[in-house]
């Protein structure tokens, strides 16, 4: 009964700027761990970007310095902040979350459905 929703995939011109959104709904205690990933056409999925609960971050090395991952926490929200795009950058991108569910004594991994990101002129 817990979801995320992703939304703010569009199609934007090689160097412009996205902000992907993430809902998580449903009946949760709290929300640990987020992630953002993504998978282009033929390739395997990969990781973006990470938030731990104390709000450190990671990135993969190809979006460094132009991708800002970020929370709020009290919205129930995670979001992608996406700048200098480039064509390399269209794929899905896929929320995760590590969620502590009221019908469960241990976090679990959540997905949300993906949304589509096109850089393209």
């Known amino acids: 009964q817990v979801q995320l929703v992703e939304s703010g995939g569009g199609l934007v011109q090689p160097g412009g700027s996205l902000r992907l959104s993430c809902a998580a709904r449903g009946n949760f205690f709290s929300i640990y761990a987020m992630h953002w990933y993504r998978q282009a056409p033929g390739k395997e999925r990969e990781m973006v970007a990470h938030?731990?609960?104390?709000?450190?971050?990671m990135y993969g090395d190809s979006v460094k310095g132009r991708f800002t991952i970020s929370r709020d926490n009290a919205n129930k929200m995670g979001y992608l902040q996406m700048s200098s795009l480039r064509p390399e950058d269209t794929a899905v991108y896929y929320c995760h979350a590590d969620i502590l569910a009221k019908d469960y004594s241990r976090p679990r991994g959540y997905w949300g459905q993906g949304t589509q990101v096109i850089v393209s002129s």
């Open positions: 938030i731990n609960n104390a709000e450190e971050t």
